[in-house]
Each structure stands twice: as C-alpha cells, then as structure tokens.
C-alpha cells in the first residue's frame, strides 16, 4: 500500500527543525531482558488539549503540540525526559546527579555486552510518535510495547522504516497485526539494527528472520520468543548471517530442534545467551553443540522433557563460568545437581529448579543465596 506523505510538524516557537517533536516519553527501555526478571512497565503517551490532527490514512492519535516538559513516572524517575523541536533527549532532573539504572539486569552483568548498553539518546515509544515522523529523522531506536502493541500495524513499521533509515534497535512486543512484509520494509530500509525484539508477534514467520538475515548482518541481540511459527530454516540462517550474535531467545517456539543449536555453535561463538525453555524438540544430547559456545554463561532450558542430571553435570564441567541457568520443570533433573552446581560455577547469581517434583528448593535456599525461591514466579512462565 502506498505510504500518505509525511505529516507537516506543528508550528513551533523554536523554529522548524529536522525531527520535530516526537513524543512524550512514558517508559524507558530496559538494558536487557532476562529470564528472571520481568519487563519495566510501560504506557501509552498522554495528551493535552492543545492536540495535532494525524494523516488520515494512519490510525488516528493525538499528540501535544505545546507542552515541552513531562516527568517520568517510570524505571528512570531520577530523569526528566524533554521534548523540544530540534531534538528529544534524557536530562538529569535536579532531584539527583546520579546515572539511571534500569529496575531488571542484564543476563550478562557486564558492561561491555550489547545488551547493556546505555539508552539512545534519540528513540520513538509511541505510535503518535511514529505518525509525527518525517523522511530523514534522525532517530536510532524504536521501543513499542504495552496496549501500544495492539494498535502497531504494518503502515506504522514501514512508516518508520521510510523515515528512520539509522534505526539500530527496535521493540515490538506482542503486536498481532505486524506481519512478515512490515519486517522485511523494516530490513531492507534499515540495515544497521543490532537489537530487535519481536517478543509474541505472533504473525510472524520464516520469512520475517529471512529477511532480517538478508539486510541485518550486525544484530548482536535478537528476541523472538513466543514467535510460534519458526523454524529450524530460519535460525540457521540468521545464525550464519548474523556471526556477531551475543543473545538470542527463543522461549516457546516449540518448532526449533537441536538443528538450530548445532549451527548456533558453528557460526556464532560469541553467544553469551541462550534461551530455550519451552522447545520440546531439544533432545538430551543438547550438550554437545553447546560445549562449542565457550563464551555462554546464562542458559534457559525451562520445561525440556529430556533433560536429565547428566546433562547439568556435563555443563558444569563445560562451562565453570555460568552464572543464570534456569532449570524449573526439567522432571528429570534431582537434587543432585546442587552440589555439583555449588562447587563447579563459583559465579552463579541465578539457578531456578522450581517445578521439579525430585527437589525439595526450600531446603537449599537458604545455603544457597543463588538458589531461586521455592514457588517464586518466574517472569517468563506464559513461554
């Protein structure tokens, strides 16, 4: 379909300027997601009563025209977010002189992974804000997640793709109406993305990583849990595209077999992060690909059926240096993994055995400070 021209921006005092105002920022993004810790919240932008009309060919949404300072509410309260003509930035606001942090950690806790980077300086969490773009923008990150996600369509990713060919990261969190053709634009427009999340799209396909294969050859980041249609096809290619990969999440996508991991051990040796909780095609020979990703040390296997005991002793022994594993519902793991555990991974922040008829958790939590709490909710247990 054939994109509307762009929107003209709204008068400004300030005069006009390349980007425009954009949006009020409501939520920031976090530094990573991570098995064990839930997204920060997020919300739709407010609007005032001094608002612009749209283009009518594109969802109608209002955004303020008027109002330059908005205080967030969010995971970085001690920031003032400002939205002038000329750019949108983050500034500290006087009630601390301190670097925000986001409220979840990285798998990695390292400072030099991809996935804890500091936030852009310039990025769009609206879809008003998307609706404001103009050709050339400037912007290099896009995060729509939360109730925006129902309203993100097709036109809105090509309209950004269009108009911000210097994305670098991008988050669409389960929106049901994106579909393979809105990431291909995406790709093809903007082949400088080392972060996309397409968490619960659930529209999508082969096709879509294909794409980001084909264009994308830097991701260093890539979460397509809950992208139930997937297949083997599409990680081995993205796998052999994209060598630089550091985290890859793949929770719930129940297609993906050992065919996938085998190539992940070939093509990517960076991997530092690895989730496949949920795909029940992983057979109990998963150890043998991994021990090729020497740099991995947070893994997720929640709910693979053929994970026994010996699987965790031989990955002890690989790999002394993991510090998340997440093992709740593996049935036929026992308790005697703990100590194995204990004296070989002497990094170990995270262990979830939850779920686990043959472990007693509560008798271990408190020897165990890295030991998951008995009932504890894990945050990623709809995958």
């Not at 996935?115 to 050709?135: A, D, E, V």
């Not at 991008?170 to 397409?198: M, P, W, Y």
């Not at 397509?224 to 994209?242: G, H, M, N, W």
């Not at 909780?277 to 040390?297: A, F």
Request: proline share 7%; glycine share 4%; with cysteine.
């Amino acid at each position: 379909m054939a994109m509307p021209p762009s929107p003209s921006p709204p008068s400004s005092p300030r005069g006009d300027a390349k980007d425009g105002p954009i949006s009020i920022f409501t939520s920031a993004p976090s530094s990573g997601a991570s098995v064990w810790s839930s997204l920060p919240p997020s919300s739709s932008s407010s609007s005032s009563s001094s608002s612009l009309s749209l283009s009518s060919s594109l969802p109608s949404y209002t955004t303020s025209s008027s109002s330059l300072l908005q205080s967030s509410t969010y995971p970085y309260s001690n920031y003032t977010t400002t939205v002038t003509s000329s750019s949108s930035s983050l500034s500290p606001s006087s009630s601390s002189s301190t670097t925000p942090s986001s409220s979840s950690s990285s798998p990695s806790g390292s400072s030099t992974s991809p996935t804890n980077q500091r936030l852009p300086s310039k990025y769009i969490n609206s879809i008003s804000g998307i609706n404001m773009l103009r050709s050339d923008s400037t912007f290099t990150a896009c995060y729509i997640r939360g109730p925006q996600c129902s309203q993100l369509t097709h036109d809105h990713v090509t309209h950004l793709a269009s108009c911000c060919p210097d994305l670098e990261e991008v988050e669409f969190q389960n929106s049901r109406k994106i579909r393979d053709e809105s990431i291909h634009v995406l790709a093809q427009n903007c082949g400088q993305l080392r972060k996309v999340t397409l968490r619960g799209c659930v529209q999508l396909t082969d096709a879509a990583v294909l794409s980001l294969a084909s264009f994308c050859p830097d991701i260093q980041y890539l979460d397509l849990c809950a992208v139930l249609k997937l297949t083997d096809q599409a990680i081995v290619e993205i796998a052999q595209s994209c060598p630089n990969l550091y985290t890859l999440m793949l929770s719930g996508c129940n297609l993906i077999s050992q065919v996938s991991v085998q190539q992940l051990s070939v093509s990517c040796p960076q991997l530092e992060v690895l989730y496949l909780s949920g795909c029940s095609r992983i057979t109990d020979d998963l150890i043998t690909p991994l021990s090729h990703l020497r740099s991995l040390h947070s893994l997720d296997v929640r709910g693979i059926p053929r994970l026994s005991d010996q699987f965790v002793f031989d990955l002890v022994g690989l790999f002394p240096n993991m510090r998340n594993i997440n093992l709740s519902n593996c049935r036929l793991v026992t308790e005697a993994v703990i100590p194995v555990l204990a004296s070989g991974c002497k990094g170990l922040q995270k262990v979830n055995l939850n779920g686990i008829v043959n472990v007693n958790v509560a008798k271990y939590e408190a020897t165990y400070p890295w030991m998951v709490k008995a009932q504890q909710q894990d945050n990623n247990d709809q995958y």
